[in-house]
């Protein structure tokens, strides 16, 4: 039996170190016919934290890829252009929505379906992962 004296010490050596942890608010994937090789995904990020906190990485099973892209205009042409490391500064949030920031979400390893519930794996800067359960919608 260890001593309550052993385990504050222990505990004291041994403490969990705080990983971040975003809030993702209403994910949804936008639907598309299976002949086109996209789909874009769309949530609101919320960083409840004291500390920003910067997205590195996507993957999903579901496809091949994902990135982050933010939609501009350039020369009176709206382009698509990748966001390398998205950063939610602390006590605030990011919004993915049609025509502004999104999910790039290529070849999708099945077509997909209205209702269909899709996981995707969040890496954080920290090395932590957060997965997200994202709904396919017409």
């Given at each position: 039996?260890i001593?309550?004296?052993?385990?504050?010490?222990?505990?004291?050596?041994?403490?969990?170190?705080a990983?971040?942890?975003?809030?993702?608010?209403?994910?949804?994937?936008?639907?598309?016919?299976?002949s086109?090789?996209?789909?874009?995904?769309?949530?609101?990020?919320?960083?409840?934290?004291?500390?920003?906190?910067?997205?590195?990485?996507?993957?999903?099973?579901?496809f091949?890829?994902i990135?982050?892209?933010?939609?501009?205009?350039?020369?009176?042409?709206?382009?698509?252009e990748?966001?390398?490391?998205l950063?939610?500064?602390?006590?605030?949030?990011?919004?993915?929505?049609?025509?502004?920031l999104?999910?790039?979400?290529?070849?999708?390893?099945?077509?997909?379906?209205?209702?269909?519930?899709l996981?995707?794996?969040?890496?954080?800067?920290?090395?932590?992962?957060?997965?997200?359960?994202?709904?396919v919608?017409?």
């Amino acid at each position: 039996m260890i001593s309550s004296r052993w385990l504050l010490v222990l505990l004291l050596i041994f403490s969990p170190i705080a990983l971040a942890e975003l809030e993702f608010r209403d994910p949804w994937i936008k639907n598309l016919p299976a002949s086109v090789p996209v789909r874009a995904g769309y949530m609101t990020i919320h960083n409840p934290q004291s500390e920003a906190v910067s997205i590195v990485s996507l993957r999903s099973n579901a496809f091949a890829m994902i990135e982050i892209h933010q939609t501009i205009e350039q020369d009176g042409m709206m382009r698509m252009e990748q966001v390398t490391g998205l950063k939610i500064e602390p006590n605030s949030s990011v919004q993915l929505e049609p025509g502004g920031l999104h999910l790039m979400m290529m070849n999708p390893s099945e077509p997909t379906q209205a209702g269909d519930l899709l996981e995707i794996v969040v890496v954080l800067d920290d090395g932590s992962e957060q997965r997200v359960e994202m709904q396919v919608k017409r």
